[in-house]
Structure formats: structure tokens, C-alpha cells
């Protein structure tokens, strides 16, 4: 079973159904006795990093979560969930969980495309997403697939060799990353059509090993 992370987050609802149209048995949940039990775990969640760390506080699940990254159970993060992985964020200065090292930035104020149009901050609507090594839940995802992300911040880590994947918006950015049993993203595999499918099966096979 996989146990998606209720922390008060939201799109919880897209991502069952996403995991129930492929066939993956998982349940929405913050008891902490069932989310030990289950296989492997999903972190979603949109919104804003300080109220997600402080939902994850009041929860527990925020040293739940550094317990299952440390008995090697596969996670995936989410959009925030990716972000609250890292030391911090711009976002209200929130001290993070610090799995993963480096910070999360806010786009610059002034972004332009190659054709030198204006680009809006949250990067909103559909993006490639290039993915930098054959890591097993990125694998048989064609080249330059585009993905669904809404966001007006972005990780940058400390260790690039964690960066799974890049996308280009103004500045080229790590949107996937890779890191023990531990895999993240900052678009909606949810939402994201048959790309997303993919890898959240992907996902679902995978062993928690690169």
C-alpha cells in the first residue's frame, strides 16, 4: 500500500486518482501506525512552505518523514513536497526539513525568454523537463516530455550530483531530484497526462534503489 501524506496540503484528491487509474493501492492518511506500514510514501502538497512546515510540525510527520527517509522507504515529493525537503526556503525564510542540502529561491523579479518575451511569475502552465540520468522512476519517459508545474519558487541544491532534471524558465533550474530512496519533483505528475502516469508507476515499482 501507498500512503499519501494528508498534512493539510491540498491536491490530495488528484493524486489518489492518479494512483488509482494505474492500478496502485494507496490511501490518504496521517496516522502515523499506517503510514509505517505502507509500502512506500508520497509527500504532495501546494501552497505555501512555512504553513506546510508548520502543518507537518503540529502533525508529527515532519520527523516521521526523516524516520522513513532513514529506514530507506521510497518517497516521492511533490511540488512543495520537493521544496520542504531542503535546509530552507526564501518563502518567509522557513527552516525546511534538511534531507536534502541547499535552499529553495524565488524566481528573479525580471525573467525573459530566448525570443525576449516577458516571462509571469508563478511559472505556471506546461514545461519540458530534461532528466539527467536513467534513473528507474524517469526511465522509459520519452526526451523533453512536458510536465504541469505551478510554482514561484524553485530547489537549488548544495550537490548538484542530486539534480535528476532541469527545465528551462527564464534560468535553468533543478525541477527533479534523485537522492538515495528518495526521488522529487516540482511539477504534478498528477496532472502532468501520460508522462505523469508513467512515472508515478515508475515509482510504484521501484525498489527505493538507484
Same mark, same amino acid.
Given at each position: 500500500?501507498?500512503?499519501?501524506?494528508?498534512?493539510?496540503?491540498?491536491?490530495?484528491?488528484?493524486?489518489?486518482?492518479?494512483?488509482?487509474?494505474?492500478?496502485?493501492?494507496?490511501?490518504?492518511?496521517?496516522?502515523?501506525?499506517?503510514?509505517?506500514?505502507?509500502?512506500?510514501?508520497?509527500?504532495?502538497?501546494?501552497?505555501?512552505?512555512?504553513?506546510?512546515?508548520?502543518?507537518?510540525?503540529?502533525?508529527?510527520?515532519?520527523?516521521?518523514?526523516?524516520?522513513?527517509?532513514?529506514?530507506?522507504?521510497?518517497?516521492?515529493? =511533490?511540488?512543495?513536497?520537493?521544496?520542504?525537503? %531542503?535546509?530552507? @526556503?526564501?518563502?518567509? #525564510?522557513? $527552516?525546511?526539513?534538511? +534531507?536534502?542540502?541547499?535552499?529553495?529561491?524565488?524566481?528573479?523579479?525580471?525573467?525573459?525568454?530566448?525570443?525576449?518575451?516577458?516571462?509571469?511569475?508563478?511559472?505556471?502552465?506546461?514545461?519540458?523537463?530534461?532528466?539527467?540520468?536513467?534513473?528507474?522512476?524517469?526511465?522509459? =519517459?520519452?526526451?523533453?516530455?512536458?510536465?504541469? %508545474?505551478?510554482? @514561484?519558487?524553485?530547489? #537549488?541544491? $548544495?550537490?548538484?550530483? +542530486?539534480?535528476?532534471?532541469?527545465?528551462?524558465?527564464?534560468?535553468?533550474?533543478?525541477?527533479?531530484?534523485?537522492?538515495?530512496?528518495?526521488?522529487?519533483?516540482?511539477?504534478?505528475?498528477?496532472?502532468?497526462?501520460?508522462?505523469?502516469?508513467?512515472?508515478?508507476?515508475?515509482?510504484?515499482?521501484?525498489?527505493?534503489?538507484?
Amino acid at each position: 500500500m501507498i500512503a499519501i501524506l494528508d498534512y493539510k496540503a491540498g491536491n490530495l484528491t488528484s493524486v489518489k486518482r492518479a494512483l488509482d487509474y494505474i492500478g496502485s493501492s494507496c490511501k490518504v492518511t496521517n496516522s502515523h501506525d499506517e503510514i509505517r506500514r505502507a509500502d512506500k510514501v508520497v509527500f504532495p502538497g501546494v501552497g505555501a512552505a512555512g504553513k506546510s512546515m508548520e502543518s507537518l510540525r503540529e502533525l508529527g510527520l515532519d520527523k516521521l518523514l526523516l524516520e522513513l527517509f532513514d529506514s530507506q522507504v521510497p518517497i516521492l515529493g =511533490i511540488c512543495v513536497g520537493l521544496q520542504v525537503l %531542503f535546509d530552507m @526556503s526564501q518563502e518567509n #525564510q522557513t $527552516a525546511c526539513l534538511g +534531507i536534502l542540502p541547499g535552499e529553495v529561491r524565488r524566481f528573479p523579479e525580471k525573467m525573459y525568454s530566448k525570443t525576449g518575451d516577458f516571462l509571469k511569475i508563478p511559472h505556471m502552465g506546461w514545461n519540458a523537463v530534461s532528466f539527467q540520468n536513467n534513473h528507474p522512476v524517469f526511465r522509459d =519517459i520519452p526526451a523533453e516530455s512536458e510536465f504541469y %508545474f505551478v510554482h @514561484s519558487y524553485y530547489p #537549488q541544491p $548544495a550537490n548538484q550530483d +542530486i539534480s535528476a532534471g532541469i527545465t528551462q524558465y527564464g534560468i535553468t533550474f533543478t525541477s527533479a531530484v534523485a537522492f538515495k530512496n528518495l526521488v522529487a519533483v516540482q511539477f504534478h505528475p498528477e496532472k502532468s497526462g501520460k508522462p505523469g502516469l508513467r512515472l508515478l508507476d515508475n515509482f510504484c515499482r521501484w525498489n527505493g534503489l538507484s
